[in-house]
């Protein structure tokens, strides 16, 4: 059909459908006949709508007349055609399926997972103009806003691998407008995570914990998803928990309450048969680990376990004296090892502590620490006291030769 043929077909419609009042002298009586004007509006869905979940819905428009379109626009991108009537000189319906969940720019069947961006979609219908050959013109708008949070992220799981360390996992949906990850122990947010850390789908992270962080964790994980409005918060959705991780402790670390770390035993309190220093004010020698082995002899004075083994001695004797009531151990420390000779190496339980090091003001360490440095000190008040006697001493033995000596 050529373009004049076409033209004059869609007179021909017009002039059926906008046909002025026939005036009909009939025995007196007036008659008009009109026909019915042309018409056209979008029916659903209804403007200023706001879908806040996924799901499909139809997009429809209805019209009377010339031929007729039905134009979305998303939030960024550009406009598609969804359907589109020919002329009609009856009310038509034009109608569109839209899923949310599955949105490519164009109107073809979408079967991908490709959720639709959140924010103002506009909705355009358009009509033939015979006096303007154009047929985009608008002769009806309407809007609709989408607010969908983001799908629940899936897949926690948590890893304790490294000492003080979590590793942690999980997927999350396509949503085009994801903005970040936020891990929650609790109410407790401990970590977060922007879109652009995660590859392929999947987020990792890992959380450290300080030395009071050992013991039993259990995180969620929540996903957000922009509304599409500046200035507005966005969409909060939170996973299921994670299956329990417990954090282990770091090298020189106590476990949790009950536990021993592999590779460690507990230091036993001392004075206890499994203890190598005796309680505040009791024998040492019985305490000897070489005399406490049936057919074992004390070691040679210049070996090491000697030199140990008389320090513990020392200081289990006079630790009392200077206000010790009882030696400071470790929390666990590393077993006792065997000695080239037969014999233990003895441990008070702290002697690999500096002496320097912090501890709570008012503690057993500080109190050594400040024992301990005064006893350092007076005994270089004495040497120096002592020094000066005898200099004192020499020097008044010196004068009185020189005043009794003969004169010559």
Same mark, same amino acid.
């Given at each position: 059909? @050529?373009?004049?043929?076409?033209?004059?077909?869609?007179?021909?419609?017009?002039?059926?459908?906008?046909?002025?009042?026939?005036?009909?002298?009939? /025995?007196?009586?007036?008659?008009?006949? *009109? *026909?019915?004007?042309?018409?056209?509006?979008?029916?659903?869905?209804?403007?200023?709508?706001?879908?806040?979940?996924?799901?499909?819905?139809?997009?429809?428009? /209805?019209?009377?007349?010339?031929?007729?379109?039905?134009?979305?626009?998303?939030?960024?991108?550009?406009?598609? #055609?969804?359907?589109?009537? $020919?002329? @009609?000189?009856?009310?038509?319906?034009?109608?569109?399926?839209?899923?949310?969940?599955?949105? =490519?720019?164009?109107?073809?069947?979408?079967?991908?997972?490709?959720?639709?961006?959140?924010?103002?979609?506009? #909705?355009?219908?358009?009509?033939?103009?015979?006096?303007?050959?154009?047929?985009?013109?608008?002769?009806?708008?309407?809007?609709?806003?989408?607010?969908?949070?983001?799908? $629940?992220?899936?897949?926690?799981?948590?890893?304790?691998?490294?000492?003080?360390?979590?590793?942690? @996992?999980?997927?999350?949906?396509?949503? %085009?407008?994801?903005?970040?990850?936020?891990?929650?122990?609790?109410?407790?947010?401990?970590?977060?995570?922007?879109?652009? =850390?995660?590859?392929?789908?999947?987020?990792?992270?890992?959380?450290?914990?300080?030395?009071?962080?050992?013991?039993?964790?259990?995180?969620?994980?929540?996903?957000?998803?922009?509304?599409?409005?500046?200035?507005?918060?966005?969409? +909060?959705?939170? !996973?299921?928990? !994670?299956?329990?991780?417990?954090?282990?402790?770091? *090298?020189?670390?106590?476990?949790?309450?009950?536990?021993?770390?592999?590779?460690?035993?507990?230091?036993?309190?001392?004075?206890?048969?499994?203890?190598? !220093?005796?309680? %505040?004010?009791?024998?040492?020698?019985?305490?000897?680990?070489?005399?406490?082995?049936?057919?074992?002899?004390?070691?040679?004075?210049? @070996?090491?376990?000697?030199?140990?083994?008389?320090?513990?001695?020392?200081?289990?004797?006079?630790?009392?004296?200077?206000?010790?009531?009882?030696?400071?151990?470790?929390?666990?420390?590393?077993?006792?090892?065997?000695?080239?000779?037969?014999?233990? +190496?003895?441990?008070?339980?702290? +002697?690999?502590? +500096?002496?320097?090091?912090?501890?709570? $003001?008012?503690?057993?360490?500080?109190?050594?620490? !400040?024992?301990?440095?005064?006893?350092?000190? /007076?005994?270089?008040?004495?040497?120096?006291?002592?020094?000066?006697?005898?200099?004192?001493?020499?020097?008044?033995?010196?004068?009185?030769?020189?005043?009794?000596? $003969?004169?010559?």
């Amino acid at each position: 059909m @050529s373009a004049a043929q076409r033209l004059r077909g869609r007179f021909a419609v017009a002039r059926s459908l906008w046909a002025g009042a026939l005036v009909l002298p009939l /025995s007196g009586v007036l008659l008009v006949a *009109a *026909a019915p004007p042309a018409s056209a509006e979008i029916t659903s869905p209804g403007n200023g709508a706001v879908i806040d979940t996924n799901r499909t819905f139809d997009i429809t428009a /209805s019209y009377r007349g010339l031929s007729s379109k039905l134009r979305l626009t998303p939030p960024r991108g550009q406009e598609v #055609v969804l359907a589109e009537g $020919p002329d @009609s000189a009856t009310e038509t319906t034009l109608a569109h399926p839209f899923n949310t969940s599955c949105w =490519d720019g164009t109107r073809n069947p979408c079967s991908a997972d490709r959720p639709a961006p959140n924010g103002e979609w506009r #909705v355009r219908q358009t009509q033939f103009d015979v006096i303007g050959q154009n047929d985009d013109a608008t002769i009806s708008t309407s809007t609709f806003r989408l607010r969908i949070p983001a799908r $629940p992220p899936t897949g926690v799981t948590a890893d304790a691998s490294a000492p003080q360390q979590v590793r942690l @996992s999980w997927r999350h949906g396509a949503e %085009p407008d994801l903005t970040g990850f936020a891990v929650f122990e609790g109410e407790t947010q401990v970590k977060t995570l922007a879109r652009g =850390d995660c590859r392929d789908g999947a987020c990792t992270t890992v959380i450290d914990y300080q030395a009071d962080g050992v013991g039993p964790h259990t995180y969620t994980v929540s996903a957000f998803r922009s509304t599409g409005v500046p200035g507005e918060p966005p969409l +909060e959705s939170r !996973s299921d928990p !994670s299956p329990p991780v417990t954090v282990l402790p770091g *090298a020189g670390l106590p476990g949790p309450v009950g536990d021993v770390v592999p590779g460690t035993e507990a230091s036993p309190a001392p004075g206890s048969p499994a203890s190598a !220093s005796p309680a %505040p004010g009791e024998p040492t020698a019985s305490r000897s680990p070489a005399a406490a082995r049936p057919g074992g002899s004390a070691p040679a004075a210049n @070996s090491t376990a000697a030199r140990r083994q008389a320090f513990s001695s020392g200081f289990s004797a006079f630790g009392p004296k200077l206000g010790v009531p009882k030696l400071p151990p470790l929390p666990q420390a590393p077993a006792v090892a065997q000695l080239p000779d037969g014999t233990f +190496e003895p441990t008070l339980g702290f +002697e690999d502590q +500096e002496l320097g090091e912090p501890g709570p $003001p008012g503690g057993v360490a500080a109190r050594v620490t !400040s024992t301990v440095g005064a006893a350092f000190v /007076s005994e270089q008040i004495v040497r120096s006291t002592a020094g000066a006697l005898v200099l004192l001493l020499a020097g008044a033995h010196l004068r009185r030769w020189l005043s009794t000596a $003969p004169p010559e």
